[in-house]
């Protein structure tokens, strides 16, 4: 039998390398047998299911499907990882069990190197010593980064060539959660299976896993070099000095608490920082980019060109202006994008959205020739949807924003260095850039139904919905979808007056109500 590579093969079946090795380790090629360390395919191999099936429809956090089309609803690992409180949904057990599953798995034919980075939340530290102690105890290697940004995390993990990379962050929540985050070998969000089995581990619904012995048990190493990397990593983007540019950060007593600084620093920026003394209960507290009232005031108070605020784990960035007032994500892909599209950077002229970003924006990018797709909410849509059909830029309107180019993931300080490169090439102020893109206002009101798929199908609730659109016409539009958790529909309305956006969501609520599906309005 004749047998080709994993790099022929994935050219055959129009499938990532990456995803080609994990078939092969997880037995889903025929015939597919290891030689040191290549994978080798039989040449007459049928191309494998890919096996990726978590629904991507609006609001679906946790809601896969296997193969038989058939939902499944994940117990731990979400769209954004296993989150919750610390020490109540998420334990040290938990972790303990992730990194004894993972440095197994890893370390079924080399010893594996899996690479740790956290936020500044006091559970961090109990969770990276449990993820360390699981790993080192099945036979790999843990590697960690210690305080850190997800994007680090991400950078660290395919430019090195770890097998996988793991983020312990609850992003913007308050300092009582927490969450486990898991990438794979590229940076990029794990695999659904591999979390699957992940959770089965956890539930003991897999056999034991063996304990290492001896010189086989993984070592825990310092990698603090490799943050020091990534920071390097970011001053090499920016393509000019920032010098004589003021320059606020609110690192959200996070994770870009020295990192921020550190970078805008190096390029030359007069730099303002505020919310960077964590103490392992402030993260996020009153600050950051949920919390942007005290970015405004500080912008505005000592005169300042420009704000960056960022969360808790710094893969999202909104900015102040001038005059303090907030640009969000929206208003930054705009910017970025009719740059990156005027400068010959944005061959398909493309931005990927989700279907939850303004209908400003639709319309200003329709104004200067931009073209959008939109997907279902959740930056690991945007970035599918981006290396699906090779696009470079896309976000959300929280200021998740993905620059493919440079990173696999939303990376905050990313999103802060390409608008400071429009800043200073443009020489114009962030207020006139933005103000291309006019917001309409929102209305959306959450509302608890008997039956989220009867409710959306009935007729009366169908026709209010399209009676709204069609009245709406060009200037506005109305949005229904499910909740992924509760039984809630979401009901968004935009329009040029938030009494027109008031008007139409009551319109179709009211049609719940009179078709007997409305139990509450939250």
């Avoid at 038989?68 to 690992?77: D, E, L, Q, T, V």
């Avoid at 898991?182 to 990029?188: A, I, K, R, S, V």
Wanted: with cysteine; hydrophobic share 35%; aromatic share 8%.
């Amino acid at each position: 039998m004749r047998y080709m590579e994993v790099s022929e093969a994935a050219a055959l079946f129009n499938m990532p390398e990456r995803r080609i090795t994990l078939l092969c380790r997880n037995g889903k090629i025929a015939g597919a047998k290891k030689e040191g360390k290549k994978w080798l395919i039989p040449e007459n191999a049928k191309k494998p299911a890919d096996g990726r099936t978590r629904e991507a429809h609006a609001g679906s956090d946790g809601t896969e499907q296997n193969e038989k089309g058939k939902k499944r609803m994940s117990k731990y690992f979400g769209t954004d990882g296993f989150r919750g409180k610390a020490g109540v949904v998420l334990t040290a057990e938990h972790a303990f069990k992730t990194g004894r599953f993972l440095g197994w798995y890893y370390s079924r034919d080399h010893k594996a190197r899996i690479v740790i980075g956290k936020d500044t939340r006091r559970s961090s530290y109990m969770f990276e010593s449990a993820l360390a102690a699981g790993i080192t105890s099945a036979g790999g290697n843990a590697y960690l980064l210690h305080v850190t940004t997800t994007p680090c995390v991400s950078y660290i993990t395919r430019t090195e060539k770890f097998d996988c990379g793991i983020m312990i962050s609850a992003s913007h929540n308050p300092y009582f959660d927490n969450g486990i985050k898991l990438m794979n070998g590229d940076g990029e969000k794990m695999e659904d299976e591999v979390q699957d089995m992940v959770e089965r581990f956890i539930d003991g619904e897999l056999e034991e896993i063996p304990w290492a012995v001896e010189d086989k048990i993984g070592e825990t190493v310092d990698f603090y070099s490799g943050r020091n990397r990534y920071i390097g990593y970011l001053t090499g983007i920016a393509s000019r000095s920032y010098e004589n540019c003021k320059v606020a950060l609110d690192c959200a007593n996070g994770s870009t608490w020295m990192i921020g600084r550190a970078v805008f620093d190096a390029l030359g920026a007069k730099t303002y920082v505020i919310n960077n003394t964590p103490d392992g209960t402030n993260v996020n507290m009153n600050c950051g980019s949920t919390h942007m009232e005290g970015l405004q005031k500080y912008v505005r108070d000592n005169k300042l060109d420009v704000g960056f605020a960022f969360d808790g784990d710094a893969d999202r960035c909104l900015a102040v202006d001038e005059y303090g007032d907030v640009v969000n994500g929206d208003a930054i892909m705009y910017i970025c994008a009719k740059y990156m599209k005027n400068k010959g950077l944005l061959p398909d002229s493309t931005v990927v959205t989700t279907i939850m970003s303004n209908f400003g924006l639709y319309k200003a990018m329709d104004n200067i020739g931009l073209k959008y797709e939109k997907t279902a909410v959740g930056d690991r849509y945007v970035y599918e949807n981006m290396k699906a059909n090779n696009h470079m830029i896309g976000g959300e309107q929280s200021g998740h924003v993905i620059f493919r180019k440079y990173a696999h993931t939303g990376d905050g300080l990313i999103t802060a260095i390409m608008l400071m490169e429009v800043l200073v090439e443009t020489q114009l102020p962030l207020s006139v850039l933005a103000a291309e893109v006019k917001m309409y206002p929102q209305v959306l009101k959450n509302v608890e139904v008997d039956d989220k798929e009867k409710t959306m199908n009935d007729p009366a609730v169908k026709k209010a919905v399209e009676q709204s659109t069609e009245e709406l016409g060009n200037e506005g539009r109305v949005l229904l979808r499910k909740s992924g958790t509760e039984p809630v529909l979401r009901v968004m309305s935009e329009a040029a007056t938030y009494k027109d956006c008031e008007k139409y969501v009551d319109l179709i609520i009211d049609a719940m109500k009179q078709s007997g599906h409305l139990q509450k309005i939250r």
